[in-house]
């Protein structure tokens, strides 16, 4: 290129001499110098109009022809259009698999805009919330699915991973739907089926449920003999000791079957309704009653209620949150250990606490004690009478009530159970 440039220059100025000889034959130099000058530049600007015409084409014309400077300059236009045409290809053949791998994929995919306008979906999308192909494109998303708690969610997801929802299909089906934010105020909806994880919950509760309810006659049954024989005064001596063990355990599986009855009820049930409302002292007042009714109980336990608001629910249901909390702290605080009970209530809601001094339990166990049948110290828990589900019962119930339980424990110092009710839930009176 620059030896194109120094040879163009010379010819220039080999011409403007020559120009300038032929005019001062005539003795106008100057005016030689000046029609050479211009004719370089009607040549130039023949060259830009040429340039020009062929951008117009969009370089689809043939690359023109020319001299001097010209030729470089048009064959590096056409080498720059060469590569960006094959980028354009790389580029057009990346959205397409990208998009095609998209559309393979078996979860639905929705991604929405800050206002949650559709903005695209694949085909799994499509197929599990039966959006139009072109109707529901730029459509708000509550639109589609108006369920409560994805609205909830979407407004504010919180620390939810996800949300699972009945689909607006209709049927059986269920759906999982988990927002991921990305790019600039986007969001991308991935929604799962679940219809067939939901139904195998259900025919799991339902097993359950039957089981349970199939159980409690004969063990009625064996019960009422059982008492009969222990209150026979005949009995041989011998068969005391086995008669009262075998009570013993009879009543233990009859407690079991009644909280696997109550659990499954309340797993299967929706948000309890908050028309009636429930005094919060009278439920504490009776579970604390019955607690210094356990035999060999003989701590004591303090009542704290700082609030006159009431919770809205239901009442049997708030009463096994309380009673099962304040079993546990008395199973597990030793005789010369507290137990506290208190209600409080704030600007975020209402908080029922259960405290005391007990054994506590590690760091490790406290997210698992909730599951059912969980034990943080086995043999411990299970001598103690226990069946392993009261607190999974409480957060059911809980659940049930828009609440959270929150457990704050410490091995060997003993641990606090705060119920957490929202505003909603308080009540005057
Ligand atoms: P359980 O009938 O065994 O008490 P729960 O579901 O009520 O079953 O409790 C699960 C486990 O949590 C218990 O086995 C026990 O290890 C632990 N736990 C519950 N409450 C307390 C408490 N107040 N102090 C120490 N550990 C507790």
Known sequence: ??????????????????????????????????????????????????????????????????????????????????????????FRRLVKELRASAEAFPDGGVILDAQHEILNYNAAARQLLELKLRGDRGQRIENLLRHP???????????????????????????????????PGQTLLLIRDISQRVKMERVRRDFVANASHELRTPLTVIMGYLDTLGEDPE?????????????????RMFRLVEDLLQLSRLESGQPVAKDRVVNVAGLIELARRDAQSVPGFGGQIGVQVNSDLNLLGEETELQSVVSNLVANAVRYTPAEGSITISWNTDQDGGHLAVVDTGI??????IPRVTERFYRADGGRARQS?????????????????????????????????????????????
């Open 235 to 251: 009995q041989p001596p011998a068969w005391q000791q086995p008669v009262r063990v075998m009570q013993e355990q009879v009543q």
């Open 385 to 429: 009478g226990g069946t392993g589900l009261g607190l999974s019962i409480v957060k059911y119930a809980l659940r049930r009530h828009d609440a959270d339980l929150e457990i704050r424990s410490k091995l060997g110092q003993g641990s606090s159970f705060i119920c957490h009710f929202p505003r909603d839930r308080l009540a005057l009176s």
């Open 1 to 90: 290129m620059p030896g194109i440039w120094t040879s163009t220059l010379v010819k220039l100025a080999l011409a403007l001499v020559a120009g300038g000889l032929i005019g001062w034959i005539y003795d106008q130099p100057a005016l030689g110098m000046l029609v050479v000058a211009l004719a370089a530049l009607g040549w130039h600007l023949y060259n830009l109009y040429r340039l020009e015409r062929w951008l117009t084409t969009g370089l689809t014309a043939d690359i023109p022809d020319g001299d001097g400077v010209w030729p470089p300059v048009f064959a590096r236009i056409q080498f720059i259009k060469t590569k960006a045409k094959r980028r354009g290809k790389r």
């Open 149 to 183: 708690d994805f609205v909830d969610y979407l407004r504010s997801p919180g620390g939810r991973p996800a949300v699972e929802i009945p689909s607006p299909a209709g049927g059986d089906a269920w759906l999982s739907c988990r927002l991921i934010p990305y790019g």
């Open 360 to 365: 506590g339990m590690s760091e490790a166990d």
